[in-house]
């Protein structure tokens, strides 16, 4: 019996002595009761909190653009949200967290960003002054193509990599950073966010901050390159929205998809050999070597080719030749004895039919109905059709029992998993508890093959 079902009991006996009070306080206690014990609350309201930014003459910095990205603070969590837009005339922007819990912000403007500790919402002031005269806590520059690049910060204790505002003039002032040891690396542009696999122009950068001192951090940009090209399909025609990734094994990856015209472009390369990747609909992959240099744009033309189907047909039928009325079929590509990929989920006809497309390779469907389920692999050729005949799925047989407990079981559901002798388990299924006058039982049909050995599993709710 679940915990929830417990505390509701615990809820009723405790309404019981209190009717005198009216029917409505003691509704209104045992919602409350509820929510405190189970944390049934309605949705928590976002917290507002507005910045300031401010030039080092005191004026405000108003119609420029800036940044904001909010993510969780140590040990809490959530995911990361960002917000781009433009400072009113008074300099301001207006930062929505999404509720009360611990957050970490970093807001900024060209040349500048902000740290925040938004640990406690409620007790945060009505506004956050950013002002560019105060004593940055890093001052990074960046020699090279700064245009060209973007810089990720990583703040020690957290997991998220914060996209920083743009440089201006190679320089990067960081204010009110935490102490401690942080990571700074160096990205394309292009790049809108960072993770251990993306295309780096170099390694992560630590970068040690104490309290009450400014660490000063220089940088410089590889020499880099630029890839260019089209994809096309062999009618000459362009392949809109294919997706074009940019790979090596030193420098990560990087992904990019084509415009309405096919053509696709990777600026802030570092040079190097990488391997290029194009992925589209109803095409086969192409993949090719790309060699960048400092300074040139290497121009690549890409010719897909209609990918290859073969077609899988057959009849899901029971033993007695009827049709089930509801079902499925999934399809997983067998990649290795141990290891299969979804590729989709069919449905059959109301005559039992199904009809599907497949690439080529190997693939096991399962036909799945109630708590009846059976199994065909099938190997497909392309341009071909396999016919896999009738799939026929086995005859119900009975499973009951009974189910001793000291807890009244009534009204409670009860679910049982039969494991076949060298096969995989069967699709789990829910039943119900029949109370009699000595115990409560149960029974459940319709969910193993008749003379099939089995285990049965049963857990209750």
Same mark, same amino acid.
């Given at each position: 019996?679940?915990?929830?079902?417990?505390?509701?009991?615990?809820?009723?006996?405790?309404?019981?002595?209190?009717?005198?009070?009216?029917?409505?306080?003691?509704?209104?206690?045992?919602?409350?009761?509820?929510?405190?014990?189970?944390?049934?609350?309605?949705?928590?309201?976002?917290?507002?909190?507005?910045?300031?930014?401010?030039?080092?003459?005191?004026?405000?910095?108003?119609?420029?653009?800036?940044?904001?990205?909010?993510?969780?603070?140590? *040990?809490?969590?959530?995911? @990361? #949200?960002?917000?781009?837009? %433009? &400072?009113?005339?008074? $300099? +301001?922007?207006?930062? =929505?967290?999404?509720?009360?819990?611990?957050?970490?912000?970093?807001?900024?403007?060209?040349?500048?960003?902000?740290?925040?500790?938004?640990?406690?919402?409620?007790?945060?002031?009505?506004?956050?002054?950013?002002?560019?005269?105060?004593?940055?806590?890093?001052?990074?520059?960046?020699?090279?193509?700064?245009?060209?690049?973007?810089?990720?910060?990583?703040?020690?204790?957290?997991?998220?990599?914060?996209?920083?505002?743009?440089?201006?003039?190679?320089?990067?002032?960081?204010?009110?950073?935490?102490?401690?040891?942080?990571?700074?690396?160096?990205?394309?542009?292009?790049?809108?966010?960072?993770? *251990?696999?993306?295309?780096? @122009? #170099?390694?992560?950068?630590? %970068? &040690?901050?104490?309290? $009450? +001192?400014?660490?000063? =951090?220089?940088?410089?940009?590889?020499?880099?390159?630029?890839?260019?090209?089209?994809?096309?399909?062999?009618?000459?025609?362009?392949?809109?929205?294919?997706?074009?990734?940019?790979?090596?094994?030193?420098?990560?990856?990087?992904?990019?998809?084509?415009?309405?015209?096919?053509?696709?472009?990777?600026?802030?390369?570092?040079?190097?050999?990488?391997?290029?990747?194009?992925?589209?609909?109803?095409?086969?992959?192409?993949?090719?070597?790309?060699?960048?240099?400092?300074?040139?744009?290497?121009?690549?033309?890409?010719?897909?080719?209609?990918?290859?189907?073969?077609?899988?047909?057959?009849?899901? *039928?029971?033993?007695?030749?009827?049709?089930?009325?509801?079902?499925?079929?999934?399809?997983?590509?067998?990649?290795?004895?141990?290891?299969?990929?979804?590729?989709?989920?069919?449905?059959?006809?109301?005559?039992?039919?199904?009809?599907?497309?497949?690439?080529?390779?190997?693939?096991?469907?399962?036909?799945?109905?109630?708590?009846?389920?059976?199994?065909?692999?099938?190997?497909?050729?392309?341009?071909?059709?396999?016919?896999?005949?009738?799939?026929?799925?086995?005859?119900?047989?009975?499973?009951?029992?009974?189910?001793?407990?000291?807890?009244?079981?009534?009204?409670?559901?009860?679910?049982?998993?039969?494991?076949?002798?060298?096969?995989?388990?069967?699709?789990?299924?829910?039943?119900?508890?029949?109370?009699?006058?000595?115990?409560?039982?149960?029974?459940?049909?319709?969910?193993?093959?008749?003379?099939?050995?089995?285990?049965?599993?049963?857990?209750?709710?």
């Amino acid at each position: 019996m679940s915990l929830g079902r417990i505390g509701c009991t615990k809820i009723f006996s405790v309404m019981c002595p209190m009717r005198r009070f009216g029917v409505a306080l003691a509704i209104a206690l045992s919602c409350v009761f509820a929510a405190a014990c189970f944390g049934f609350a309605g949705p928590a309201a976002p917290v507002p909190l507005r910045f300031v930014f401010v030039a080092e003459d005191g004026a405000p910095v108003a119609r420029v653009r800036a940044q904001a990205d909010i993510f969780p603070a140590p *040990s809490a969590r959530g995911h @990361l #949200s960002g917000w781009r837009g %433009v &400072t009113d005339e008074q $300099g +301001q922007i207006l930062v =929505l967290l999404p509720d009360a819990r611990p957050w970490w912000v970093i807001v900024g403007i060209a040349g500048a960003a902000f740290f925040f500790d938004a640990t406690k919402p409620p007790q945060q002031p009505e506004a956050v002054k950013c002002w560019l005269g105060a004593k940055p806590s890093v001052a990074c520059t960046v020699e090279g193509a700064t245009e060209k690049i973007a810089l990720f910060l990583l703040l020690e204790g957290s997991e998220w990599w914060v996209r920083l505002p743009p440089l201006k003039e190679g320089q990067l002032l960081l204010f009110n950073v935490p102490q401690g040891t942080h990571q700074v690396v160096l990205a394309p542009e292009q790049l809108l966010s960072y993770w *251990s696999g993306a295309l780096a @122009l #170099s390694a992560p950068v630590q %970068v &040690t901050v104490r309290e $009450g +001192q400014t660490t000063f =951090l220089q940088l410089s940009t590889p020499p880099m390159g630029a890839i260019a090209g089209q994809v096309m399909d062999g009618q000459q025609r362009p392949i809109p929205n294919a997706l074009v990734t940019l790979s090596s094994d030193e420098n990560g990856q990087l992904s990019r998809s084509t415009d309405a015209n096919g053509q696709f472009r990777f600026d802030g390369v570092p040079t190097g050999t990488y391997r290029l990747l194009v992925v589209a609909n109803e095409f086969e992959a192409h993949e090719r070597t790309v060699q960048v240099k400092a300074g040139e744009t290497a121009t690549v033309r890409v010719v897909l080719k209609p990918q290859q189907f073969g077609v899988v047909r057959g009849l899901v *039928s029971t033993e007695d030749g009827s049709v089930p009325r509801e079902g499925r079929i999934l399809v997983e590509q067998v990649l290795s004895p141990t290891m299969r990929q979804p590729a989709g989920v069919w449905q059959w006809h109301p005559d039992g039919h199904f009809e599907g497309r497949l690439t080529p390779g190997t693939y096991l469907l399962t036909v799945q109905a109630g708590g009846r389920r059976v199994s065909k692999q099938v190997r497909v050729v392309s341009g071909q059709v396999t016919d896999l005949g009738r799939l026929v799925l086995p005859t119900p047989a009975l499973v009951e029992g009974t189910v001793k407990s000291p807890i009244p079981l009534t009204n409670t559901r009860v679910r049982i998993v039969l494991l076949r002798e060298g096969n995989d388990p069967l699709q789990p299924q829910w039943g119900s508890l029949i109370r009699s006058a000595c115990c409560p039982r149960w029974d459940l049909s319709g969910r193993s093959s008749s003379g099939t050995r089995c285990a049965c599993v049963v857990a209750f709710w």
